[in-house]
Protein backbone atom coordinates (compact mmCIF):
# COMPACT_ATOMS: atom_id res chain seq x y z
CA UNK A 1 0.00 0.00 0.00
CA UNK A 2 1.35 3.33 -0.88
CA UNK A 3 0.91 6.82 0.75
CA UNK A 4 -1.43 7.79 -0.67
CA UNK A 5 -3.50 5.01 -0.85
CA UNK A 6 -2.99 4.64 2.89
CA UNK A 7 -4.29 8.37 2.79
CA UNK A 8 -7.12 7.72 0.79
CA UNK A 9 -8.09 5.08 2.85
CA UNK A 10 -8.67 6.49 5.97
CA UNK A 11 -10.04 9.47 4.64
CA UNK A 12 -12.73 7.03 2.69
CA UNK A 13 -13.65 5.65 6.28
CA UNK A 14 -13.55 9.20 7.96
CA UNK A 15 -15.83 10.77 5.40
CA UNK A 16 -18.10 7.15 4.78
CA UNK A 17 -18.56 8.20 9.01
CA UNK A 18 -18.90 12.41 9.31
CA UNK A 19 -20.42 13.16 6.01
CA UNK A 20 -23.67 11.08 5.80
CA UNK A 21 -25.27 13.06 8.94
CA UNK A 22 -24.23 16.33 7.76
CA UNK A 23 -27.81 18.61 8.52
CA UNK A 24 -29.94 16.08 10.16
CA UNK A 25 -29.85 17.44 14.20
CA UNK A 26 -31.43 20.78 14.51
CA UNK A 27 -29.20 23.57 15.55
CA UNK A 28 -29.74 24.47 19.65
CA UNK A 29 -26.91 25.23 21.71
CA UNK A 30 -25.93 28.86 21.64
CA UNK A 31 -22.67 27.97 21.65
CA UNK A 32 -23.14 26.17 17.97
CA UNK A 33 -25.68 29.14 16.85
CA UNK A 34 -23.68 32.02 17.72
CA UNK A 35 -21.37 30.77 15.13
CA UNK A 36 -24.02 30.20 12.41
CA UNK A 37 -25.36 33.85 12.52
CA UNK A 38 -22.08 35.14 12.56
CA UNK A 39 -21.98 33.28 9.08
CA UNK A 40 -24.66 34.56 8.09
CA UNK A 41 -24.74 38.00 8.87
CA UNK A 42 -21.53 37.88 6.67
CA UNK A 43 -23.42 36.74 4.03
CA UNK A 44 -25.91 38.95 3.80
CA UNK A 45 -24.19 41.59 4.97
CA UNK A 46 -21.01 41.04 3.38
CA UNK A 47 -19.59 42.44 6.64
CA UNK A 48 -16.60 40.42 7.51
CA UNK A 49 -15.55 41.99 10.17
CA UNK A 50 -18.31 44.32 11.86
CA UNK A 51 -20.40 41.18 12.73
CA UNK A 52 -22.76 41.56 15.46
CA UNK A 53 -25.04 38.64 16.75
CA UNK A 54 -28.41 40.29 18.64
CA UNK A 55 -26.70 43.94 17.92
CA UNK A 56 -23.62 43.43 19.81
CA UNK A 57 -20.27 43.01 18.02
CA UNK A 58 -19.09 39.29 18.02
CA UNK A 59 -14.76 39.71 18.62
CA UNK A 60 -14.72 36.74 20.96
CA UNK A 61 -13.46 34.25 18.64
CA UNK A 62 -11.40 35.06 15.64
CA UNK A 63 -13.63 34.82 12.15
CA UNK A 64 -12.04 31.71 10.12
CA UNK A 65 -14.84 29.44 11.13
CA UNK A 66 -17.92 31.91 10.28
CA UNK A 67 -15.91 32.27 7.03
CA UNK A 68 -15.86 28.67 5.90
CA UNK A 69 -19.42 28.68 7.06
CA UNK A 70 -20.33 31.68 4.49
CA UNK A 71 -18.30 29.95 2.03
CA UNK A 72 -19.85 26.44 2.11
CA UNK A 73 -23.04 27.81 2.30
CA UNK A 74 -22.68 30.52 -1.16
CA UNK A 75 -23.42 27.51 -3.50
CA UNK A 76 -27.10 27.18 -2.16
CA UNK A 77 -27.20 30.97 -1.21
CA UNK A 78 -28.31 30.49 2.47
CA UNK A 79 -26.64 28.59 5.70
CA UNK A 80 -28.31 25.80 6.13
CA UNK A 81 -28.18 23.49 9.23
CA UNK A 82 -26.08 20.92 6.59
CA UNK A 83 -23.66 23.72 5.25
CA UNK A 84 -22.94 24.91 8.72
CA UNK A 85 -21.49 21.85 9.57
CA UNK A 86 -19.79 21.11 6.69
CA UNK A 87 -16.73 22.53 7.06
CA UNK A 88 -16.92 20.85 10.70
CA UNK A 89 -16.83 17.07 8.52
CA UNK A 90 -14.03 18.58 6.38
CA UNK A 91 -11.76 19.26 9.31
CA UNK A 92 -12.51 16.03 10.95
CA UNK A 93 -11.21 14.23 7.92
CA UNK A 94 -8.63 16.28 7.24
CA UNK A 95 -7.10 15.59 11.26
CA UNK A 96 -7.53 12.26 10.33
CA UNK A 97 -5.28 11.85 7.26
CA UNK A 98 -2.94 14.28 8.70
CA UNK A 99 -2.41 12.07 11.86
CA UNK A 100 -1.89 8.92 9.52
CA UNK A 101 0.60 10.63 7.77
CA UNK A 102 2.43 11.76 11.09
CA UNK A 103 1.80 7.91 12.11
CA UNK A 104 3.09 6.45 8.52
CA UNK A 105 6.32 8.61 9.07
CA UNK A 106 6.98 7.60 12.54
CA UNK A 107 5.61 4.32 12.88
CA UNK A 108 5.29 3.02 9.75
CA UNK A 109 2.65 2.31 6.83
CA UNK A 110 0.55 -0.45 8.51
CA UNK A 111 0.62 1.48 12.50
CA UNK A 112 -0.07 4.73 10.44
CA UNK A 113 -3.35 3.26 8.99
CA UNK A 114 -4.21 2.30 11.98
CA UNK A 115 -3.81 5.28 14.10
CA UNK A 116 -5.83 7.36 11.38
CA UNK A 117 -8.56 4.46 11.82
CA UNK A 118 -8.46 4.51 15.48
CA UNK A 119 -8.91 8.58 15.60
CA UNK A 120 -11.46 8.36 12.95
CA UNK A 121 -13.73 5.80 15.49
CA UNK A 122 -12.88 7.29 18.59
CA UNK A 123 -15.79 8.55 20.25
CA UNK A 124 -14.64 11.75 21.72
CA UNK A 125 -13.27 12.89 18.24
CA UNK A 126 -16.68 11.15 16.15
CA UNK A 127 -18.81 13.01 18.19
CA UNK A 128 -17.33 16.30 17.95
CA UNK A 129 -17.14 16.31 14.56
CA UNK A 130 -21.12 16.39 14.79
CA UNK A 131 -21.12 19.34 16.61
CA UNK A 132 -20.99 23.10 14.75
CA UNK A 133 -17.67 24.39 16.44
CA UNK A 134 -14.62 25.61 15.91
CA UNK A 135 -12.68 22.86 18.06
CA UNK A 136 -12.46 20.39 15.27
CA UNK A 137 -10.53 23.09 12.77
CA UNK A 138 -7.93 23.27 15.65
CA UNK A 139 -7.41 20.42 16.03
CA UNK A 140 -7.05 19.54 11.98
CA UNK A 141 -4.37 22.49 12.10
CA UNK A 142 -3.01 20.99 15.17
CA UNK A 143 -2.35 17.66 13.26
CA UNK A 144 -0.86 19.37 9.97
CA UNK A 145 1.28 21.34 11.92
CA UNK A 146 2.71 18.39 14.04
CA UNK A 147 2.94 15.80 10.40
CA UNK A 148 5.11 19.46 9.32
CA UNK A 149 7.34 18.99 12.56
CA UNK A 150 7.92 15.25 12.25
CA UNK A 151 8.95 15.63 8.46
CA UNK A 152 11.89 19.01 9.77
CA UNK A 153 12.75 16.72 12.47
CA UNK A 154 13.35 13.57 9.65
CA UNK A 155 14.96 16.12 7.24
CA UNK A 156 17.23 17.88 9.99
CA UNK A 157 20.13 17.78 7.77
CA UNK A 158 18.55 18.74 4.90
CA UNK A 159 15.24 20.42 5.27
CA UNK A 160 13.79 22.38 2.64
CA UNK A 161 11.25 25.31 3.21
CA UNK A 162 8.04 24.35 2.75
CA UNK A 163 7.85 21.88 6.04
CA UNK A 164 8.26 24.76 8.36
CA UNK A 165 6.87 27.25 6.72
CA UNK A 166 3.68 24.73 6.95
CA UNK A 167 4.48 24.20 10.60
CA UNK A 168 4.03 28.12 11.29
CA UNK A 169 0.94 28.98 8.89
CA UNK A 170 -0.91 25.88 10.28
CA UNK A 171 -0.02 27.07 13.62
CA UNK A 172 -1.69 30.41 12.54
CA UNK A 173 -4.62 28.52 10.96
CA UNK A 174 -5.53 26.97 14.38
CA UNK A 175 -5.28 30.33 16.43
CA UNK A 176 -7.16 31.98 13.35
CA UNK A 177 -9.92 29.32 14.12
CA UNK A 178 -10.11 29.95 17.79
CA UNK A 179 -7.15 31.82 19.63
CA UNK A 180 -4.52 31.36 21.55
CA UNK A 181 -5.56 27.43 21.75
CA UNK A 182 -3.85 27.22 18.41
CA UNK A 183 -0.21 28.22 19.79
CA UNK A 184 -0.43 24.10 21.10
CA UNK A 185 2.36 22.88 18.50
CA UNK A 186 4.55 25.27 19.47
CA UNK A 187 4.39 24.11 23.08
CA UNK A 188 4.43 20.52 22.16
CA UNK A 189 7.46 20.78 19.99
CA UNK A 190 8.87 23.44 22.60
CA UNK A 191 8.60 20.66 25.23
CA UNK A 192 9.60 17.62 23.14
CA UNK A 193 12.91 19.34 21.68
CA UNK A 194 13.60 20.11 25.10
CA UNK A 195 13.87 16.99 26.11
CA UNK A 196 15.88 15.71 22.99
CA UNK A 197 18.43 18.98 22.91
CA UNK A 198 18.27 20.71 25.97
CA UNK A 199 17.06 24.48 25.45
CA UNK A 200 19.37 25.03 22.62
CA UNK A 201 16.92 22.41 20.73
CA UNK A 202 14.22 25.62 21.20
CA UNK A 203 16.37 26.89 18.06
CA UNK A 204 14.89 24.33 15.98
CA UNK A 205 11.62 25.59 15.89
CA UNK A 206 12.81 28.73 14.96
CA UNK A 207 12.19 29.72 11.30
CA UNK A 208 12.42 33.31 9.91
CA UNK A 209 10.20 32.34 6.48
CA UNK A 210 7.38 30.32 8.71
CA UNK A 211 7.55 33.00 11.62
CA UNK A 212 6.47 36.00 9.08
CA UNK A 213 4.40 33.65 6.97
CA UNK A 214 2.22 32.77 10.18
CA UNK A 215 2.42 36.49 11.46
CA UNK A 216 1.24 37.97 7.78
CA UNK A 217 -1.46 35.25 8.18
CA UNK A 218 -2.78 36.40 11.71
CA UNK A 219 -2.33 40.02 10.95
CA UNK A 220 -5.59 39.76 8.41
CA UNK A 221 -7.66 39.09 11.19
CA UNK A 222 -6.10 40.84 14.28
CA UNK A 223 -5.82 44.51 12.40
CA UNK A 224 -9.45 44.82 11.90
CA UNK A 225 -10.41 43.89 15.18
CA UNK A 226 -8.03 46.10 16.82
CA UNK A 227 -9.42 48.86 14.04
CA UNK A 228 -12.83 48.67 15.66
CA UNK A 229 -11.78 49.26 18.75
CA UNK A 230 -8.12 48.08 20.48
CA UNK A 231 -9.44 48.91 24.02
CA UNK A 232 -12.49 46.77 23.93
CA UNK A 233 -10.72 44.11 22.11
CA UNK A 234 -7.80 44.15 24.95
CA UNK A 235 -10.99 44.01 27.65
CA UNK A 236 -13.66 42.48 26.23
CA UNK A 237 -11.85 39.45 24.29
CA UNK A 238 -8.53 38.82 25.42
CA UNK A 239 -8.78 39.44 29.01
CA UNK A 240 -12.52 38.30 29.48
CA UNK A 241 -12.71 35.70 26.94
CA UNK A 242 -9.17 34.79 26.14
CA UNK A 243 -7.81 35.10 29.99
CA UNK A 244 -10.65 35.42 33.13
CA UNK A 245 -12.88 32.75 31.78
CA UNK A 246 -10.25 30.39 32.25
CA UNK A 247 -8.94 31.03 35.77
CA UNK A 248 -10.31 29.40 39.07
CA UNK A 249 -10.29 26.52 40.70
CA UNK A 250 -10.21 23.71 38.03
CA UNK A 251 -12.21 20.45 38.64
CA UNK A 252 -10.24 17.88 37.90
CA UNK A 253 -12.52 14.79 38.60
CA UNK A 254 -15.20 15.89 36.11
CA UNK A 255 -11.39 16.57 34.02
CA UNK A 256 -10.52 12.87 34.15
CA UNK A 257 -14.38 11.84 33.67
CA UNK A 258 -14.85 13.83 30.54
CA UNK A 259 -11.32 12.65 29.44
CA UNK A 260 -12.32 8.52 30.08
CA UNK A 261 -15.47 9.28 28.15
CA UNK A 262 -13.79 11.05 25.05
CA UNK A 263 -10.65 8.39 24.64
CA UNK A 264 -13.76 5.90 24.01
CA UNK A 265 -13.21 2.72 23.56
CA UNK A 266 -8.94 2.94 23.85
CA UNK A 267 -9.93 4.02 27.36
CA UNK A 268 -10.09 0.28 28.19
CA UNK A 269 -6.36 0.06 27.25
CA UNK A 270 -5.24 3.02 28.34
CA UNK A 271 -3.30 2.26 31.77
CA UNK A 272 -1.20 -0.97 29.38
CA UNK A 273 -0.93 1.71 26.30
CA UNK A 274 0.67 4.71 28.93
CA UNK A 275 2.68 2.07 30.96
CA UNK A 276 4.27 1.04 27.55
CA UNK A 277 5.28 4.25 26.53
CA UNK A 278 6.83 5.65 29.78
CA UNK A 279 8.96 2.38 29.25
CA UNK A 280 10.19 3.55 26.01
CA UNK A 281 10.23 7.32 26.95
CA UNK A 282 14.06 7.47 25.86
CA UNK A 283 12.89 6.62 22.06
CA UNK A 284 12.39 9.93 20.16
CA UNK A 285 9.34 8.33 18.49
CA UNK A 286 7.72 7.64 21.82
CA UNK A 287 8.69 10.37 23.43
CA UNK A 288 6.69 12.62 20.56
CA UNK A 289 3.82 10.82 20.91
CA UNK A 290 3.72 10.75 24.56
CA UNK A 291 3.97 14.63 24.87
CA UNK A 292 1.81 15.38 22.31
CA UNK A 293 -0.90 13.19 24.13
CA UNK A 294 0.67 14.67 27.79
CA UNK A 295 0.99 18.58 27.17
CA UNK A 296 -2.43 18.17 25.37
CA UNK A 297 -4.21 17.15 28.63
CA UNK A 298 -2.21 18.96 30.93
CA UNK A 299 -2.60 22.30 29.59
CA UNK A 300 -6.67 21.90 30.42
CA UNK A 301 -5.88 20.85 33.51
CA UNK A 302 -5.79 24.02 35.61
CA UNK A 303 -8.45 25.29 34.14
CA UNK A 304 -11.42 26.89 35.59
CA UNK A 305 -14.10 26.45 33.30
CA UNK A 306 -13.23 23.43 31.23
CA UNK A 307 -15.29 21.70 28.69
CA UNK A 308 -15.71 18.59 27.05
CA UNK A 309 -14.46 19.67 23.77
CA UNK A 310 -11.27 21.21 25.37
CA UNK A 311 -10.03 17.52 25.06
CA UNK A 312 -10.19 16.99 21.67
CA UNK A 313 -6.76 17.98 20.38
CA UNK A 314 -4.94 15.24 22.57
CA UNK A 315 -7.49 12.27 20.43
CA UNK A 316 -4.52 11.78 17.91
CA UNK A 317 -1.70 11.28 19.87
CA UNK A 318 -3.96 8.86 21.50
CA UNK A 319 -4.77 6.94 18.41
CA UNK A 320 -0.90 7.26 17.23
CA UNK A 321 0.02 6.01 21.00
CA UNK A 322 -2.54 2.75 20.79
CA UNK A 323 -1.67 1.40 17.29
CA UNK A 324 2.48 1.71 18.65
CA UNK A 325 1.38 0.01 21.54
CA UNK A 326 -0.35 -2.85 19.37
CA UNK A 327 2.19 -3.11 16.64
CA UNK A 328 5.18 -2.96 18.72
CA UNK A 329 3.97 -3.64 22.50
CA UNK A 330 1.16 -5.46 23.02
CA UNK A 331 3.07 -8.91 23.93
CA UNK A 332 3.98 -6.76 27.28
CA UNK A 333 2.35 -6.82 30.81
CA UNK A 334 1.24 -10.40 30.37
CA UNK A 335 -0.42 -10.60 33.44
CA UNK A 336 -2.07 -7.22 32.78
CA UNK A 337 -3.24 -7.79 29.80
CA UNK A 338 -5.33 -10.89 30.70
CA UNK A 339 -6.49 -9.61 33.61
CA UNK A 340 -7.61 -6.71 31.45
CA UNK A 341 -9.00 -9.46 29.06
CA UNK A 342 -11.49 -11.01 31.27
CA UNK A 343 -12.64 -7.51 32.77
CA UNK A 344 -13.59 -6.33 29.42
CA UNK A 345 -15.30 -9.58 28.93
CA UNK A 346 -17.31 -8.87 32.06
CA UNK A 347 -18.29 -5.41 31.04
CA UNK A 348 -19.03 -6.66 27.61
CA UNK A 349 -21.65 -8.93 29.10
CA UNK A 350 -23.02 -6.62 31.04
CA UNK A 351 -23.75 -4.35 28.33
CA UNK A 352 -24.92 -6.85 26.17
CA UNK A 353 -27.58 -7.62 28.96
CA UNK A 354 -28.49 -4.18 29.48
CA UNK A 355 -29.10 -3.60 25.97
CA UNK A 356 -30.93 -6.39 26.11
CA UNK A 357 -33.50 -5.35 29.11
CA UNK A 358 -37.02 -4.52 27.84
CA UNK A 359 -37.25 -1.17 29.32
CA UNK A 360 -34.41 1.64 29.99
CA UNK A 361 -32.54 1.28 32.80
CA UNK A 362 -31.61 4.90 33.42
CA UNK A 363 -31.65 8.14 31.76
CA UNK A 364 -28.47 7.18 30.50
CA UNK A 365 -29.78 4.54 28.12
CA UNK A 366 -31.98 5.75 24.72
CA UNK A 367 -35.19 3.71 24.19
CA UNK A 368 -33.52 2.16 21.23
CA UNK A 369 -31.12 0.97 23.48
CA UNK A 370 -33.64 -1.32 25.32
CA UNK A 371 -34.61 -4.36 24.79
CA UNK A 372 -34.04 -6.18 21.56
CA UNK A 373 -35.72 -5.04 18.42
CA UNK A 374 -34.03 -4.11 14.52
CA UNK A 375 -33.35 -0.70 15.99
CA UNK A 376 -31.08 -2.26 18.75
CA UNK A 377 -29.27 -5.20 16.80
CA UNK A 378 -26.36 -3.02 15.26
CA UNK A 379 -25.53 -1.79 18.70
CA UNK A 380 -25.58 -5.59 20.09
CA UNK A 381 -23.79 -6.67 17.35
CA UNK A 382 -21.13 -3.92 17.47
CA UNK A 383 -20.50 -4.45 21.62
CA UNK A 384 -20.49 -8.18 20.44
CA UNK A 385 -17.79 -7.56 17.98
CA UNK A 386 -16.12 -4.79 20.14
CA UNK A 387 -15.86 -7.16 23.34
CA UNK A 388 -14.46 -10.14 21.28
CA UNK A 389 -12.04 -8.69 19.65
CA UNK A 390 -10.18 -6.68 22.61
CA UNK A 391 -10.73 -9.52 25.03
CA UNK A 392 -9.22 -12.20 22.39
CA UNK A 393 -6.65 -9.29 20.88
CA UNK A 394 -5.20 -8.91 24.93
CA UNK A 395 -5.87 -12.29 25.56
CA UNK A 396 -3.06 -14.25 22.85
CA UNK A 397 -1.32 -10.57 21.56
CA UNK A 398 -3.03 -10.66 18.25
CA UNK A 399 -2.80 -6.82 17.13
CA UNK A 400 -4.90 -7.28 14.15
CA UNK A 401 -7.50 -8.74 15.94
CA UNK A 402 -7.82 -5.97 18.56
CA UNK A 403 -7.41 -2.72 15.89
CA UNK A 404 -9.41 -4.33 13.54
CA UNK A 405 -12.06 -5.83 15.38
CA UNK A 406 -12.30 -2.49 17.74
CA UNK A 407 -12.41 0.03 14.89
CA UNK A 408 -15.09 -2.29 12.79
CA UNK A 409 -17.28 -2.08 16.05
CA UNK A 410 -16.64 1.30 16.42
CA UNK A 411 -17.94 2.15 12.89
CA UNK A 412 -21.03 0.44 13.18
CA UNK A 413 -21.87 1.73 16.36
CA UNK A 414 -20.92 5.42 16.04
CA UNK A 415 -21.96 5.28 12.00
CA UNK A 416 -25.69 3.57 12.92
CA UNK A 417 -25.87 5.29 16.51
CA UNK A 418 -25.54 8.83 15.19
CA UNK A 419 -28.87 8.76 12.97
CA UNK A 420 -30.87 7.01 16.38
CA UNK A 421 -29.62 10.07 18.52
CA UNK A 422 -30.11 12.88 16.18
CA UNK A 423 -33.68 11.33 15.72
CA UNK A 424 -33.96 11.54 19.33
CA UNK A 425 -32.54 14.91 19.84
CA UNK A 426 -34.76 16.33 17.38
CA UNK A 427 -38.01 15.23 19.02
CA UNK A 428 -36.63 16.71 21.97
CA UNK A 429 -35.04 20.33 20.84
CA UNK A 430 -37.89 20.79 18.45
CA UNK A 431 -37.04 25.03 17.76
CA UNK A 432 -38.12 25.04 14.22
CA UNK A 433 -41.76 24.02 16.35
CA UNK A 434 -41.08 26.58 19.10
CA UNK A 435 -39.62 29.58 16.51
CA UNK A 436 -43.10 28.47 14.49
CA UNK A 437 -45.06 29.25 17.58
CA UNK A 438 -43.51 32.33 18.23
CA UNK A 439 -43.70 33.46 14.62
CA UNK A 440 -47.44 32.72 14.76
CA UNK A 441 -48.17 35.02 17.48
CA UNK A 442 -45.51 37.45 16.86
CA UNK A 443 -46.83 38.01 13.29
CA UNK A 444 -43.47 39.32 11.84
CA UNK A 445 -42.83 41.59 14.78
CA UNK A 446 -40.41 41.81 17.95
CA UNK A 447 -39.34 39.17 19.59
CA UNK A 448 -37.11 39.11 23.28
CA UNK A 449 -36.30 36.13 25.25
CA UNK A 450 -35.08 36.34 29.08
CA UNK A 451 -33.80 33.57 31.35
CA UNK A 452 -31.55 32.00 28.39
CA UNK A 453 -29.66 32.81 24.85
CA UNK A 454 -31.40 30.56 22.74
CA UNK A 455 -29.89 31.50 19.54
CA UNK A 456 -31.51 28.85 17.90
CA UNK A 457 -34.79 31.58 17.48
CA UNK A 458 -32.83 34.05 15.75
CA UNK A 459 -31.82 31.17 13.30
CA UNK A 460 -35.14 29.56 12.66
CA UNK A 461 -37.48 33.04 13.07
CA UNK A 462 -34.77 34.43 10.48
CA UNK A 463 -34.14 37.33 11.87
CA UNK A 464 -32.43 39.25 15.41
CA UNK A 465 -34.01 38.22 18.67
CA UNK A 466 -33.65 41.03 21.45
CA UNK A 467 -32.27 39.40 25.07
CA UNK A 468 -33.47 41.07 27.73
CA UNK A 469 -30.56 40.98 30.62
CA UNK A 470 -32.44 41.53 33.72
CA UNK A 471 -35.88 41.53 35.05
CA UNK A 472 -36.28 45.83 34.32
CA UNK A 473 -35.35 45.41 30.58
CA UNK A 474 -37.97 42.24 30.31
CA UNK A 475 -40.63 44.55 31.71
CA UNK A 476 -39.63 47.47 29.07
CA UNK A 477 -39.90 45.52 26.52
CA UNK A 478 -43.21 43.61 28.14
CA UNK A 479 -45.21 47.05 28.34
CA UNK A 480 -44.13 48.69 24.76
CA UNK A 481 -47.28 49.54 23.33
CA UNK A 482 -46.91 47.27 20.52
CA UNK A 483 -47.15 44.35 22.74
CA UNK A 484 -44.15 42.09 21.50
CA UNK A 485 -43.77 38.74 22.13
CA UNK A 486 -41.39 37.30 24.68
CA UNK A 487 -40.05 33.75 24.98
CA UNK A 488 -38.44 32.44 28.04
CA UNK A 489 -38.55 28.84 30.44
CA UNK A 490 -40.83 27.93 33.03
CA UNK A 491 -38.69 28.23 36.07
CA UNK A 492 -38.14 32.24 34.95
CA UNK A 493 -41.58 32.33 33.79
CA UNK A 494 -42.85 31.08 37.43
CA UNK A 495 -40.72 33.89 39.36
CA UNK A 496 -41.95 36.79 37.16
CA UNK A 497 -45.61 35.70 37.77
CA UNK A 498 -44.56 35.63 41.72
CA UNK A 499 -42.97 39.11 42.00
CA UNK A 500 -44.31 41.17 39.31
CA UNK A 501 -48.14 42.85 38.56
CA UNK A 502 -47.94 42.86 35.11
CA UNK A 503 -50.58 41.67 33.09
CA UNK A 504 -49.37 38.37 30.73
CA UNK A 505 -50.60 36.33 29.45
CA UNK A 506 -48.65 32.18 28.69
CA UNK A 507 -50.00 31.96 24.68
CA UNK A 508 -47.90 28.69 24.47
CA UNK A 509 -45.86 26.37 26.40
CA UNK A 510 -43.69 23.88 24.77
CA UNK A 511 -41.18 21.26 26.12
CA UNK A 512 -37.42 21.94 24.94
CA UNK A 513 -34.78 19.45 26.25
CA UNK A 514 -35.54 19.01 30.16
CA UNK A 515 -37.47 22.33 30.56
CA UNK A 516 -40.45 24.35 29.47
CA UNK A 517 -40.45 27.58 27.08
CA UNK A 518 -43.11 29.24 27.59
CA UNK A 519 -44.62 32.32 25.19
CA UNK A 520 -45.86 35.26 26.63
CA UNK A 521 -47.20 38.88 26.17
CA UNK A 522 -49.08 41.62 27.72
CA UNK A 523 -52.87 41.77 27.19
CA UNK A 524 -55.74 43.61 28.81
CA UNK A 525 -57.16 40.41 29.32
CA UNK A 526 -54.70 38.69 31.90
CA UNK A 527 -55.38 39.72 35.45
CA UNK A 528 -52.45 40.90 37.20
CA UNK A 529 -51.07 38.18 39.09
CA UNK A 530 -51.22 38.03 43.13
CA UNK A 531 -47.54 39.04 44.84
CA UNK A 532 -46.32 36.47 47.02
CA UNK A 533 -43.80 37.23 49.36
CA UNK A 534 -40.23 39.29 48.23
CA UNK A 535 -37.86 36.65 49.12
CA UNK A 536 -39.66 34.92 45.40
CA UNK A 537 -37.02 36.39 42.59
CA UNK A 538 -37.06 35.88 38.76
CA UNK A 539 -33.67 33.66 38.02
CA UNK A 540 -33.00 34.17 34.44
Known sequence: ?????????????????????????????????????????????????????????????????????????????????????????????????????????????????????????????????????????????????????????????????????????????????????????????????????????????????????????????????????????????????WIRWYVGRPRILNLLIDTAVMCLPWTAVLPLVLAAAIRHRREPVVRLLLTWFLVSFLVILPIANQRTRYLLPMTPPLALLVAWWAAAELHAFRLARRALALLILAVGAVALVGIAWPRPLGAWQPPYLAGLSLASLPFVAAVAVLTASMAWGLCVAAPRVLMGGTVVAMALALGFGIWQYNRDFNTAHDFPRLAAAVEQHANGGDVAVFGGR???LDYYLGRRVHSAETLAEFTDFALRPERPVLVTNGRTWTGIRATTNLGLCALDEQPMGSQMMVIVQASPQCPPAPRTPASSTARP
Open 454 to 456: WFA
Open 1 to 241: MSRLQGALLVAAVAALLVLPPLGQRVLVPSDEVRFVLYARDVAERGAPFDVRVRAKLFREKPPLFAWLIALSSAPVGRVTEATAQLPVALAAIAAVVFTFLAGDRLLGRGPGVMGGLALATTYGFFSHSQFILPDMLVVACVCAAMYALVVVWQRAERVTWPAPVAFYVAIAGAVYAKGPVGLLPFLIGGVWLWSEHGAAGLRRLWHLGGALAGALVTLTWVVPFLTMGGGTFAEAVIWED
